[in-house]
């Protein structure tokens, strides 16, 4: 079974596996399910009684994108920059923590199972692994790791090849740290009070 797990930065930017969390199913799709309904429910109806999905059409992923980024729902924006594996800031940790318990809250009313009218949201192993997550996050230390990723799944190296870089003479990849990368791979997200994010890139981000 796959997992997502919590991946922290050093003081070096060197990155590493927090925590592990088991079945990757309870936190991201969930949050891809939930903001597709709420925010463009109408279009990803079919005449064949399923929903449209990320793994369905990908087409939706831009258009949902460009919506959260200018909503100004805070929980909403934090949660699916966390299932975009975005780099985050452990000083903002009481700001993304509450905003994912919030997610729980405000959104329960979205993407309601047909048959008992229940959302994914309400479910009770669904609101434990937010908590979990949550909580995780709130534990961390910000001198030791000023950065964190939520990673999706083990089923991709997608956060890995951050922190590596093949030697064509050894044929072998070695530990970089992302300071190191010389690829745009992924955004640190800047949170400035409680309803403003913006974004810059690895490459662009001004390393100490």
Not at 69 to 77: F, K
Request: with cysteine.
């Amino acid at each position: 079974m796959s997992c997502s797990s919590l991946w922290v930065m050093d003081k070096e930017y060197n990155g590493s596996v927090e925590a592990e969390f088991q079945n990757s199913w309870y936190f991201s799709p969930i949050v891809w399910d939930i903001l597709l309904d709420k925010y463009m429910h109408d279009e990803i109806q079919t005449p064949y009684g399923y929903k449209k999905s990320f793994m369905s059409d990908n087409s939706l992923f831009p258009k949902l994108n460009e919506i959260i980024n200018n909503c100004n729902c805070m929980p909403d924006r934090i949660c699916w920059e966390m299932s975009n594996q975005q780099v985050f800031f452990t000083k903002n940790k009481e700001v993304i923590c509450n905003s994912i318990k919030d997610f729980i809250k405000i959104n329960s009313n979205y993407d309601k199972d047909k048959e008992d009218n229940i959302s994914p949201l309400e479910r009770e192993h669904i609101i434990e692994r937010f908590n979990e997550i949550a909580d995780e996050i709130l534990q961390l230390n910000e001198n030791e790791s000023p950065y964190f990723i939520f990673k999706n799944t083990s089923c991709d190296d997608n956060v890995e090849y951050w922190f590596s870089k093949y030697d064509e003479n050894e044929r072998e990849y070695n530990s970089i740290s992302l300071k190191e990368q010389s690829k745009r791979v992924k955004e640190i997200v800047i949170i400035n009070g409680d309803d403003n994010i913006n974004f810059i890139s690895n490459l662009d981000y001004k390393y100490s």
